[in-house]
């Protein structure tokens, strides 16, 4: 793997270490296969000196993935000169998905409880709109199809999906 001066645990070859596979499976998940291209874009992250770290001023969010790699590269660059901005960042970020939860920007299907939280939702569309819950064998418990009134639905925990079209942005009401 690649040297970096602000990183505990930099190996110019061989197998990745624990800690190196610890940080890979931080940031992209369980099931991701550790290699040296994985481990090397973390180090690319941690090693880093500029104030920028992870490439984001500090009063920026990004998307839970996102943070999720910077909480992988910080497992190996815990003394980073710019920890503290970092974990600021990461908390934001994780913040701004969780809130992003609560609400429909745009066209498509959201799985519940990963990409929306259970809830009632409203829009104001202004032309027609369609939405649609499914169950987990994609068979539809409810849908409705709107010209330009007030719409809303209530997203049950137990539903699997719901998509929407050319309804404008949802918010969650409760």
Partial sequence: MGYHPNCIDT????????????AVRLAYGENTKITASEVEILYGVCGSNN???PGLSKNDADSAAAAQEVIGASLLCPNHPHADQVKAYVKRSLDQAEADKNRIQYDGTY???????????VSQPTGGCYWERTDRNGQIIDNN???GARVQFTVEPSDYSISVQGCGEWSRAN
């Fill in 51 to 53: 104030q920028w770290w």
């Fill in 111 to 121: 799985l519940v409880g990963r990409d929306l939280n259970p809830g009632t939702y």
């Fill in 11 to 22: 190996r110019a070859t061989g197998e990745p270490s624990k800690r190196e596979a610890a």
């Fill in 145 to 147: 199809f709107s010209n």
